[in-house]
């Protein structure tokens, strides 16, 4: 199982789906679902706004990639959804 570090979030993104045809999301928002969260950046006391099974939207294009899930920062979230 992949353990973020520090404010990293990994994020199994959403399929996008119309009649039956997979359709590429647009890329500067996208939908997922949170599945690992790091403890928060060092030397912060801030707490990551997230959690594990949080419905989130994203912005841009994250190319960061370990199997099927996205890899990001947590500034990177734009909220839940």
Do not use: C
Not at 16 to 29: A, K, R
Not at 43 to 62: A, E, I, Q, W, Y
């Amino acid at each position: 199982m992949l353990r973020p570090l520090n404010d990293n979030i990994a994020v199994r993104p959403d399929p996008f789906v119309q009649s039956g045809l997979l359709i590429l999301p647009e890329e500067d928002t996208r939908t997922g679902v949170v599945v690992a969260v790091g403890p928060g950046k060092k030397g912060s006391n801030r707490p990551l706004m997230v959690k594990v099974g949080d419905h989130v939207m994203f912005s841009g294009t994250v190319d960061l990639k370990h199997d099927d899930l996205l890899m990001m920062k947590d500034k990177d979230i734009i909220g839940l959804v």
